[in-house]
Structures are given as C-alpha cells and as structure tokens.
C-alpha cells in the first residue's frame, strides 16, 4: 500500500494543503494498492506563483542550457525504465509490453523536442522588422489518465524547450505514475519552480489553472466535454489553448484492399490501448457487398485477442482502467444491442474467467448506421462498429458524418486511390495501409476533437509568443 501524501511545488516534495483523500484501484484485481491526498485551490494558487517566479529567470535561458536539461529529462526516465512499467501495469491495468513502448515514447519525448529546439527560429528578420519567438509564460498541464507518462511529457517536452514554466494536473487517478515521474523530474535537477505537480480533481484544480491570470496557456488532453468547459473558462483571461480531445475515428477499407490483412489490422487498430485511446479507429467502414466475408474476418480475429491479466505474455487488452468506465462501456453494448445492432462477437458482461477486474469482452456490431449512438459517441473501450458503403463517395461521407476529426485510417491496393480518399477525410492525421507515427508531426484534431497541434514545430510553436520590433537598427539622429 502506496501513500503518496506530497505534491512538487518550487522544487520540493511539500503536504498539500488538500484533505480530501481518495483510493487507488488496480483495476486488473480491483484491490486498493494506494491513496493520494488531493491539492486544493490554495495548493494550485502555490504552484502558480512558484512557476511564475522561475519564469522570470527561466525565459532566459540558453538553447544549450534547455537541451542539457532535455537531455538530462530522457535520461533519468530511461534509467527508472522499469519501475515506471511497473507502476503503469498495476494502476493502469495497460499490457506490459504495451506499456513498455509508451514509456520508450515518453522518455524519447525529451529528445525529439531538443531536435526540433535546436532548428526552431525563435527570431527572424521580416522585411524591416525584426521577429522574436518568445516564451508565453506559467502553462497549465492538464493530462489524463490513459497514458500518464506520454501525455505530461508530450506537453511538458516543448514547454521547457520554449523557456516556460509549467504547473501540471494529471489525472488523480494516476497519482502513483505521477509519483514516479515526478522523482524523476527532480532528479533531472531541473530549477526549482520550472515544474510544479500537483494531485487534484479537474473542478478544482483544473478550475483554477483555467481562471487563473497567472497561467498564460492551457494545454489539455480529455474529453471534449471538459476541452468546452476549458475553453468558455479560459476565455475570461485570453488563455492561449491546446485542446487534444475526442474521437470517433473512421477506418475507411477500399474494395481493392487486401482484406485478410487489412480487416485483422481494422480489429487491432481499434482495440489498441484496451480501445481507451482517442485515436483508435473505432468506426470500420466497409463495401456493402462484402460484409459477410468482413464479419468472418472480424469474428477470428477477436477470437485470436488474448483477454486478460497484463502481465501475462500475449495479453493485448487488459481491464477498464476503473468500475465508472467499466459500466460505461457495458451502457455503450447495452444500447447497441437496444437501437437495432447486429452483435457478432463480444457482448455484455466480463470474459469468462475474469469477473476479478474491470475486463470487458471485445464487441464488434455490424449493420450499423450512422444514427445509432454507438456509431456518434466516443466510448472509450474495445467496442468496433461495422458501417457499410456502396460508393467511395458515401465511404467518404459517412467517414466525415461525425462531430469529431482526430485520426483516420485507409486501407487499398492502389496508393493513388487511397491518397485520393485521404484527401477528403476531415481529420488531423490520416494513415494508410498501417500503423504509423512521426513525433515530429503535427497531432491535433479538426472540428470538435480539438484546437492547436501538438508534437515537432507546430507543438512547440504553441508556447511561444511573436514580438515584432521595428527601428531595431536603426541609431538616434
């Protein structure tokens, strides 16, 4: 039993003023393995003005000094490589190798930003006047739970690379990872103040980092129901934002494509992270005529994932992270079934064997529309729904029928083809015939799945301010 009892404010490990106390579940066992006492406003108002302080220092830092200090983050994560999987595993419930290459991601974070830092023009000459790029400020970090280690360091990466400094509210559900991670930043020796965390609940916390006029920016990954609320609340003080939020991402399957690959690939895609993951394709989109063929590829497949304990070899979806999501996705199946779904694999309940976790079965529904709540809603667990087309022109409609436009995915023999789909997909990131990332890319969502971009250039561009200053070089007469 962990009792993490401490928040990081100005370079120390201090008791928050917070009394409020809550659990910690290994969702795999569903047995209490911690408790964190929560941070209070008074508790955020402290770590905003220990960062507002170091700001006036740290906006002056050099680009060498940042990268030693980049360069010193990556290290001292990969050298508790192990002990940050091991944690994640316990209080996540995510399979270990899973896990393992988050955290390499997290780590590797650190390095990806000291590149793009060391190309980034943080001043350039316009015409007569001179440009410079300059740090906003206190940014507010709020993360969530569904990758702790990734989400902080993906925001947290271009912020020191800038010259911000930052407060950080993770998920108080993940207050045993945030724990570690945190050792981790002050063994990095990086100045007091330039990092702050502190546990709390999003209407407390998060609340006052949003009102709150010290904090320049907000950079949030959730839902969007919390991204609005971020928004309206922000707006009072004209906080910059990046907004990472929802998806309901389609998978779009190209009669030409091969699909005894492409459909496993369709199941593996949306089932990634246990299916609690924004990006996963959770929406297979496919030729009306060659359903029956697609169901029976789906159905093997689902029958070939491992369920089950994510320390075990080969286990690819592990439990809910918790009983509130846990009952959400078992709401989602119920109303499936309920509108009018065809259920082929999965249903409610837990897997056999496994009543001792948050374990759902992997679901799959075919003959699914896009008035059906399941085929709108993000759910946030291993369920697939099966959409059929007749034309390209309706896969295309039916891939843009959505309030969200976070990631995409196209599968076709014929490259020129799917390029041509890809082009009219409303989405940040698109990827065809596979699995692919570019840290240095840009991620962000259109429409309701966010605001700004995150990752290479266009992340750390987020946390700058343009100054123009004209008659720089010019002398008084």
């Avoid at 091991?86 to 780590?107: K, L, S």
């Avoid at 999965?346 to 079965?361: A, I, Q, R, S, W």
């Amino acid at each position: 039993m962990k009792n993490i009892d401490e928040i990081y404010i100005n370079g120390k490990f201090v008791k928050p003023n917070g009394i409020e106390v809550q659990e910690l579940i290994n969702p795999a066992t569903k047995e209490v393995i911690g408790r964190v006492t929560l941070g209070d406003e008074n508790d955020t108002k402290a770590a905003i003005a220990a960062a507002k302080e170091a700001f006036k220092t740290f906006k002056n830092t050099t680009i060498e000094e940042r990268s030693q200090m980049l360069q010193r983050l990556h290290d001292v994560m990969m050298d508790k490589f192990d002990l940050l999987n091991q944690v994640a595993v316990d209080e996540y419930g995510a399979p270990a190798a899973a896990t393992a290459g988050r955290t390499q991601y997290a780590a590797k974070n650190f390095i990806h930003n000291l590149d793009v830092m060391k190309e980034f023009q943080f001043e350039k000459q316009i015409g007569k006047a001179k440009v410079v790029l300059e740090p906003l400020g206190v940014i507010g970090l709020i993360t969530p739970w569904n990758a702790n280690y990734t989400h902080i360091s993906t925001k947290l990466a271009p912020a020191i690379a800038a010259g911000c400094t930052v407060v950080i509210k993770p998920s108080e559900i993940s207050a045993l990872q945030t724990q570690i991670i945190a050792e981790c930043f002050h063994e990095a020796g990086i100045p007091a103040g330039v990092i702050n965390i502190v546990n709390g609940r999003g209407d407390v916390v998060g609340a006052e980092m949003t009102r709150n006029p010290d904090v320049a920016m907000i950079s949030f990954t959730g839902s969007t129901q919390v991204g609005r609320i971020i928004a309206r609340d922000g707006a009072a003080t004209m906080k910059r934002m990046v907004l990472e939020l929802g998806g309901k991402s389609p998978n779009v399957i190209l009669d030409d494509a091969d699909f005894n690959k492409a459909i496993p690939l369709s199941v593996m895609t949306a089932f990634s992270n246990s299916g609690q993951a924004c990006h996963v394709g959770s929406r297979l989109i496919v030729p009306e005529h060659r359903l029956e063929e697609v169901k029976q590829l789906v159905i093997k497949t689902v029958e070939g994932i491992k369920v089950g304990n994510p320390r075990e070899e080969g286990t690819y979806i592990g439990p809910m992270v918790n009983q509130k999501q846990y009952e959400t996705v078992q709401r989602y199946i119920r109303l499936g079934t309920q509108e009018g779904a065809e259920l082929i694999v999965g249903g409610e309940g837990h897997p056999k064997g496994l009543d001792n976790g948050y374990y759902v079965k992997p679901t799959v529904f075919a003959n699914v529309t896009m008035d059906m709540t399941i085929a709108k809603e993000e759910i946030f667990g291993p369920v697939l729904s099966i959409l059929t087309y007749k034309t390209e022109e309706e896969a295309i409609e039916i891939a843009n029928d959505t309030i969200y436009g976070l990631s995409a995915y196209v599968s076709s023999s014929n490259l020129e083809s799917a390029n041509r789909v890809a082009s009219q997909i409303v989405s940040g990131r698109v990827l065809i015939n596979g699995l692919y990332d570019e840290p240095k890319a840009p991620f962000g969502g259109f429409k309701q799945s966010g605001i700004g971009r995150e990752f290479g250039t266009f992340g750390l561009a987020a946390y700058v301010e343009t100054k123009t200053i004209l008659g720089h070089d010019i002398l008084p007469q």
